[in-house]
């Protein structure tokens, strides 16, 4: 039993969906400990303490993103995975060094540089709305935070490695230890230090980020050695393609943290609203779009490798429906149920109704743009495969600047509550993803626009009929049945309010023959032949033995 569960931890995912799945099995519990953590935050502090904590991430999650994420998400697996293929594991294993070393050494000098000039940057920046005693205790949560990014450099760059070679179990694990950690800093160590505790389960979590995923890697047949060779040709190419990317990671952090100071500036547990409303909507996001895209990078980079350009546009529209048929009636189900779902999530005793309501309206604004975003991701990830950074930096540009002028305006000059950010980011998303599919559509030689659209407005039109069907009962069932005041009534409501909706759009898109339906439960019938193939690997010494 226990070698086959490590024979299936270590397995290659050769196909998309089945790479894709995996990840989203891994991620669905990444995304459940991301709100039992969030769930535990509310729990134990008031919005105003979480306020600091997420005020106090921004800064350190700002740098790793452009600097770490920018590398991995545009460069590193399309070049390792080149060199892979072209000279060898022993090159590309001498290239990952060198870019591991180069990548945590700036990494390292940028965050000393933090480190001691905190204080006038979150001041200025990240929470000018906040008193000077709320910025002091952001500047000691960051600073601590600080360090625990450190250790998550050399986990992603870990994940790029497995990923590359087409193992996604592990690396889709990693986040959950993430989460973990900060979890165990919150019910372990707030009792000693208050806020602080939970930024030293950042530390503990990035710690076990970069641990559990050392055996894979090393199986691999990837290992420290020094001295590490800096200069080695993939360093250069991979900075040079993240170099214009870097831009517009700028960019979107920039944007990230404006939201982040406008929040500050609308009212005390503004930021905790707009952060807990993220946290929601990124999880069928996450779930749908970034494992769909991720599995694809690798396929994706592959085929322009080998010049099957056809092959690459069939694969970006099949992942583009597929990413849709999901994100879309997830979108509808948390504008519809926006409030039971964050009184289920997030209904603590220190997160009154005033909290629920307005995070409810955020989140009910941001998932207006929720597919889009989804999209998005796998469209820049076609991109990458291109070996294109220049357009989709243009693009987010662009999109980032739309987001900035509408946010100000809406909460500086309207005076609009911070439901209103929300709204900004959906317009700003919906956005990027049409001018990302209209610039892709040319690159790569157009693509058949009926083959595109025929099976999205089927899609669009089962999710509002859809949204209907779940906004009825959970009237009814509300005003006339359940008792919404207790948890279990709560639950059991918005469980069936769901269950029967999903059913009505299942129903709905197979009368419209949408292609995607049949797909996925093939899907599923694979996942069930091989659950049973490996019972029966599991069973059969037993019954010999006996």
Same mark, same amino acid.
């Given at each position: ?91 590309? $294993? ?8 180069v ?8 965050? +000393? ?7 006038? +940057? ?30 998550? !450099? !050399? ?12 193992? $996604? ?18 019910v ?5 230090? *208050? ?30 050695? /020094?001295?590490?060779? $800096?200069?080695?040709?993939?360093? &250069? ?23 982040v ?6 009212? +005390?547990?503004? !930021? ?18 970034a ?15 080998? *010049? #099957? ?13 597929q990413?849709?048929?999901?994100? /879309?009636p997830?979108?509808?189900i ?9 009184? /289920? ?13 307005l995070? *409810? ?7 207006? %743009? ?6 998005? /991701?796998?469209?820049?990830?076609g ?53 990302l599919?209209?610039?892709?559509h $040319? &690159?790569? %030689? ?21 949204g ?37 759009y ?8 949408? #292609? ?29 033995e006996?």
């Amino acid at each position: 039993m226990v070698k086959n569960l490590f024979s299936l931890l270590y397995s290659r995912q050769t196909s998309i969906l089945s790479a894709a799945s995996i990840i989203m099995a891994t991620m669905m519990l990444s995304k459940v400990l991301g709100l039992v953590r969030d769930r535990l935050l509310a729990h134990v502090f008031s919005p105003d303490m979480i306020d600091i904590f997420w005020a106090a991430f921004r800064l350190p999650d700002l740098i790793f993103q452009i600097i770490i994420l920018g590398a991995l998400s545009v460069a590193f697996i399309p070049v390792f995975t080149e060199h892979l293929e072209d000279k060898g594991k022993d090159d590309a $294993f001498e290239m990952a060094r060198a870019v591991l070393g180069v990548f945590l050494s700036i990494f390292i000098l940028i965050t +000393i540089l933090i480190f001691y000039f905190a204080e006038p +940057i979150i001041a200025s920046f990240i929470a000018p709305g906040f008193t000077p005693e709320r910025q002091s205790q952001v500047v000691e949560l960051a600073r601590v935070i600080l360090f625990g990014q450190v250790i998550l !450099v !050399v986990g992603s760059f870990f994940i790029g490695i497995s990923q590359s070679f087409q193992r $996604f179990i592990i690396p889709a694990m990693s986040p959950v230890f993430y989460n973990l950690g900060i979890i165990l800093g919150i019910v372990f160590l707030s009792k000693y230090f *208050g806020i602080v505790g939970a930024a030293y389960g950042v530390v503990i979590g990035a710690f076990l980020h970069a641990v559990i995923q050392i055996p894979l890697v090393w199986s691999l047949g990837f290992s420290f050695k /020094l001295p590490t060779k $800096f200069f080695h040709p993939g360093v &250069k190419e991979i900075m040079k393609l993240m170099s214009v990317r870097t831009i517009g990671l700028a960019a979107e952090q920039i944007n990230e943290t404006v939201g982040v100071a406008l929040a500050t500036l609308v009212s +005390i547990g503004s !930021v905790t609203y707009l952060t807990f409303a993220q946290h929601l909507q990124v999880v069928p996001i996450g779930l749908f779009g970034a494992t769909l895209a991720q599995a694809a990078l690798p396929v994706l980079s592959s085929e322009r490798a080998h *010049g #099957r350009l056809e092959e690459f546009k069939v694969t970006i529209l099949t992942t583009l429906h597929q990413i849709l048929f999901l994100t /879309l009636p997830a979108a509808a189900i948390l504008i519809v149920i926006r409030i039971p779902v964050v009184r /289920l999530v997030f209904g603590a005793s220190r997160f009154d109704w005033e909290a629920t309501v307005l995070t *409810g309206a955020t989140l009910a604004f941001l998932a207006v %743009g929720l597919a889009a975003q989804a999209v998005s /991701l796998l469209l820049v990830r076609g991109f990458y495969a291109l070996k294109d950074t220049k357009t989709p930096v243009i693009v987010s540009l662009v999109v980032v600047t739309l987001n900035i002028v509408l946010s100000v305006y809406l909460i500086v000059i309207l005076k609009l509550d911070v439901w209103s950010i929300g709204l900004a980011n959906s317009i700003s998303a919906i956005a990027s993803a049409v001018l990302l599919f209209w610039t892709l559509h $040319f &690159k790569v %030689g157009k693509f058949s626009l009926k083959v595109v659209l025929g099976p999205f407005i089927k899609m669009l039109m089962a999710t509002i009929i859809m949204g209907v069907a779940l906004y009825a009962p959970i009237k009814l069932l509300d005003a006339v049945i359940f008792d919404t005041t207790r948890t279990i009534n709560l639950l059991v409501l918005t469980g069936l309010s769901s269950i029967f909706a999903l059913f009505i759009y299942v129903l709905l898109v197979w009368f419209l023959k949408v #292609r995607e339906l049949d797909t996925y439960v093939e899907l599923l019938k694979r996942l069930g032949k091989f659950q049973s193939k490996l019972k029966s690997k599991e069973i059969l010494p037993e019954t010999v033995e006996k």
